[in-house]
């Protein structure tokens, strides 16, 4: 079965803190997505990778960075986090880059106090 | 590039009546379309998707959705829901860039 995990469902960090979100897919996928989902607006693409050590922007890539060391795991980074860094921030996959079916993890519920 | 814009942010519905939830895409080159429902405290997965072929696609749970070219939409429809249904819907639209999503539609089933 497909699966898609994210480090942590619930993180709480601090103003300033560096703050680091993993996920991990068992696919062997070539694509893999970091998407942040905010009541109202939707999901909105942080950072893709469609290999390892590529990385493109997305269209939100401000105050976040991103790693992809090895093909299965994909880091998203926030170098400073901030109040409005508040969120749910999800991880997907997928095979093809332009058709396929992207699969998501759980998602993690982030909060800056 | 491509946007999408989804009618209705929310929409309550009795359980066993038909229901439509609206997608409109803007694009200026040929489109991939997807429908992707999230469950309460989950993440999203595929409902249905358009690539080529027949306007009518078939997907999970009964869903269904019709491509109109010359409509630009890609509404999604159930001819009777159950309370299971109640989550919510994201259409999305793949052209150019990477997957482009709607602000979301919350279906609400009342028993």
């Known amino acids: 079965d497909v699966k898609v995990t994210q480090s942590s469902r619930y993180l709480v960090k601090r103003t300033g803190e560096k703050v680091f979100l993993e996920c991990v897919q068992d696919?062997?996928?070539?694509?893999m997505f970091w998407y942040r989902q905010d009541p109202g607006l939707g999901l909105r693409l942080i950072y893709f990778?469609?290999?390892?050590?590529?990385?493109e922007k997305g269209d939100i890539p401000e105050g976040y960075s991103v790693s992809r060391e090895k093909k299965e795991r994909f880091s998203l980074i926030l170098e400073s986090a901030s109040t409005n860094q508040t969120s749910m921030y999800l991880c997907?996959?997928?095979?093809?880059?332009?058709?396929?079916?992207?699969?998501f993890g759980p998602g993690t519920r982030l909060t800056v106090l | 590039a491509q946007s999408v814009t989804q009618l209705d942010s929310q929409v309550p519905v009795f359980e066993e009546a038909p229901v439509e939830l609206r997608c409109n895409y803007s694009?200026?080159?040929?489109?991939?379309l997807f429908w992707y429902v999230q469950y309460p405290n989950q993440g999203l997965q595929l409902l249905l998707k358009?690539?080529?072929?027949?306007?009518l696609v078939k997907g999970i749970n009964g869903f269904e959705a019709e491509f109109n070219k010359s409509q630009t939409s890609f509404h999604l429809r159930k001819p009777s829901v159950h309370i299971s249904d109640t989550a919510e819907y994201f259409c999305?639209?793949?052209?150019?860039?990477?997957?482009?999503f709607g602000k979301g539609t919350r279906l609400s089933v009342i028993a």
């Open positions: 997907a996959s997928s095979w093809d880059y332009r058709t396929d079916t992207q699969y």
């Open positions: 999305a639209v793949r052209g150019t860039r990477p997957l482009v």
């Open positions: 694009s200026s080159v040929s489109v991939y």
């Open positions: 990778s469609y290999d390892v050590k590529m990385k």
């Open positions: 696919m062997d996928h070539e694509n």
């Open positions: 358009y690539l080529s072929g027949s306007t």
